[in-house]
């Protein structure tokens, strides 16, 4: 959809306008307020907008309609699981008294959203194989934060102080060193053999006393199997550490492996992969964490917990006073959860294996054929997991035409790009996930459309190098927006690009 | 089922074009000492009717209560606009705007967003968002000691004042790096810190000095002279206020001694309460220290016809770049909610805000005044305060408020947990939300439970 851009919702504004029925009705009383003293009060009203609820609506809806989503396109991010969000999930979690009830509501009050918060809990325990879980990390990353903490209070715990490396394998996904750091802990890389699998030799070599765990997806960032990881496990172990599992590519495995049946100590599930709840535009997310035995008595709080009489209740400093705390002022994006919860009870067993097999089938069947069109596959002798990489190298190399450019031109296509440049060790790399919720036809699309924009590459390589071409903007100027920082709108400046102090 | 469009013939024509005899095949490279012959534990499927039916069971026996709590968490009127844009699947079911061209309505709401947070907090520049206000605090305080690289000390100052998950979440955070919470004591006279409770740490230096407003207690705290004790000995100052709040109160860029960082809870900005998430946490500080602030920032920039469009930047700070060395491990942030807030702040306006603030104040007052009228009630603290009143009672809070409950009133939270020195006291909080009529009602039922039980 082509437009010539929408003004700022502030170059809407006109003095004295407002959506008028929105606002309290009363005219504000000054005597209301008296008893505030003056040095506090404001001087100087706030900048926000002065428009009309039509305003306000007409802006933001022709906003939404300048992104792509899971509801309008073909999402094939690697390692994002852009499934389709159900409708359902979005509407249940949104009934009246979950949307309307305080967090600190009393429990009497609260045995719905319990039962099926505690539902939860033991649904993620049955497929990752963990014996206790906390639904309280309000993302990915600090799910992660919280299975590092873990680790480290566990070996604190027990006299062993010495345990202060994180190992991760050189493909990691950058939230896991920055995890070790926030965690105190310093990071120790190790390489990846060229079929894939982390290399033991260079695990061996990196154990130690000082290894307080080691961080791993699997399947693996590089889209394949672990295939190695009981023998992986064995050798943390054997050393002292601790594993921990990252739940990003769970969609491949559900029903098929558990994360506890590889070895693993501690798992966080990203809800907003796996378990469908929708992306947001960057959130919110949820990432529950779940760990062995071992673990169990740090876990983050509050925890749903359940009586003799089947009542539901907290768990907090009291049921764990070694919990590594709170992580939050409350218990979580509980939103979210419910989603999430809606998700797994409409899956059900059948359907958790189910979706893992089509995610897997799928990944594939793209594989087979865009290797069949001439793309070179990353792990070739591989099976891709629920997701595979491309590499663009060669035409890179040969036409300059980059995987930037491939992922650029596809917009154009009508399609998302798949993850470019992750992981790191692929050079010019697409990362392509195509989730069990799409149709054959969405992929021979797919491949129709990259068979395309390869032929445009070497017969018009211009038309690649300079899309986007049929969106709203053209591609935008990275650099440019660093250098020249434009982070909030001023009334009196109306071009982008002052300089940066 | 599991929303899998696939045919059986479809998944043959697959699996031929791959070269596998069946989709088990595709799974022959995890050891078979590991794999799951049968998942149990998750029952069977249900359909979108039965689980329909089953959800909307279980919040009808949550019920709709009266709700005067707040503590952290507020309820105000959000205009049916708001979510209906929020719904919308362009919204919802967008990823992170990482391919900008494909994402300007994402990127241009976060914009905008980040232009009202700044401006609302009187700071030059705020981020995307981050989880929440408590996890928010604490960002801020690694923060302050990055931006503070000439002290050494990691220790930073946390009013006790200051509500007490969040310094909990704090200290679950930072300790991992080091960072020592030094809880102020309060003057439980006023509900607030006395400046003067400050100079027993003038000898030692800080690295950083956080001041809530208003308080857990929702009493004002003397910003001004806190944030100048501050500003005076070099420590960062880092503000925890209330967004609401901001349309009435002077924001923390005019404090006489000014902030370095601005967090709070992004949550009455037109986001339900949902038992406690997902809200957001926001953050806004000065230019000079962006490149220390965690979490996503949009800028405006130019694409290659030289017409404005908007992506993600300075992401050298961020994970996928920087990773071990990155500000923080945040990677998904809360966008939803900032879309909702956005929306929020863009019916409202500053003079809706301020209406919404005003009224919220007038009905805590009247709460107060209608509560003080009942024998064994009295206002605990005699300092000024915003929207949220701690009461004392002759009694132990926790039995009145089971009482409430059985009357479908949620009548605040009982303090005694965490501020044992205050107890029998009761934190109350009315907006605008409620009407004569509901505090009528709430005053009434206290007024029974009290006279139908013996005082303590």
Redesign the interface.
Known sequence: MQS???K???EHSRPGR???D???Q????SA??A???A?????A???????S?LD??R???R???????????F?P?GS?T?????K?C?A?A?????????????E??????L??LYELQ??L???TGMRAVSLTP?????G??AGV?MI?AYHRARGDLARKEIIVPEAA???N?????????T?REIPVRSDGDVSLEALRAAVGPGTAGIMLTNPSTLG??E?H??EVAEIVHAAGGLLYYDGANLNA??????PA??GFDVVHVNL?KTFST????????AGAVGVGERLAPFL?IPLVGRDEDGRYRWLAERDLPQS?????????????LLRAY?Y????????????A??A???A??L???LTRAGFAAAYPE??ASHEFIVTLKREARELEVTAMDF??RL?DYGM??PTTY?PLLVPECLLIEPT?????QTLDAFVEALTSIEREAREDPERVR?A?HT????????V???K??????KPAASV??TPS? | MAFIPHTAAEVGEMLESIGAASTEALFDEIPASIRLRELSGVPEPLGEMEIGRLMRERAASDGQPLCFIGAGAYEHHIPAAVWAIANRGEFYSAYTPYQAEASQGTLQTIYEFQTMIASLTGMQVANASLYDGASAFAEALLMAVRINRRSESLRALVPSTLHPHYRAAARAITSHQGVTLEEVPYCTEEGRILPEALTRYEAQGAAALAIPQPNFFGVLEDVDALSEWARRRGIPVIAVVNPTSLALLKPPGAWRGGADVVVGEGQPLGVPLSSGGPYFGFMATRMEHVRQMPGRIVGRTLDAAGRPGFTLTLQAREQHIRRGRATSNICTNQGLMVTAATVYLSLMGAGGLERVAIASHARTSELAAALTRIPGVRQAFRSPYFHEVVLRLDRPVAPVLEALARRNILGGIDLAPHYPELAPALLACATETKTSADIEAFASAVREVLSSQPAA
């Not at chain 1, 009497?108 to 959203?113: A, C, D, E, I, L």
């Open positions: 010539h851009g929408e700022l919702i502030f407002g959506a008028f929105q606002w309290p009363t005219p504000p009383d209301a307020v008893d505030i003293p040095e506090l009060v404001r001087q009203p706030p900048l926000l907008p002065e428009v609820e306000a609506v802006h933001f809806t906003l939404s309609q300048l992104n792509f989503s899971i509801d309008t396109h999402y991010l994002c852009m499934k389709y969000n159900p359902a979005n249940l949104q009934l009246p008294q979950f949307l309307g009830r305080h967090p600190l509501a009393p009497s009050h609260g045995q719905g959203v039962a099926c033991e649904m325990k049955a497929v309000m993302a990915g990353a600090q992660e934060f903490a480290r996904h950058g939230t060193p920055a995890t070790a750091t926030m965690c105190g802990a990071v394949v199997f295939r990881i009981v495995i559900l029903g098929k492996v558990r049946d590889m907003h929708p992306h947001g535009g960057g959130g919110p997310g983050p590594i705390g709170r992580l939050s002022a409350f218990m979580g994006n509980t939103g979210v809606i797994m009870r409409m899956l059900g067993s059948t359907g958790m294996t189910a979706v097999e089509h897997t089938l799928n594939n069947y594989l087979a054929r591989r099976r992922a650029k917009l998302h790009a992750f069990e919720t799409e149709s054959k300079g986007p969106l709203p903007v053209r591609r935008l100027d990275d440019r927006a660093a020249h920082l434009d982070l909030t709108f982008a690009g102090p």
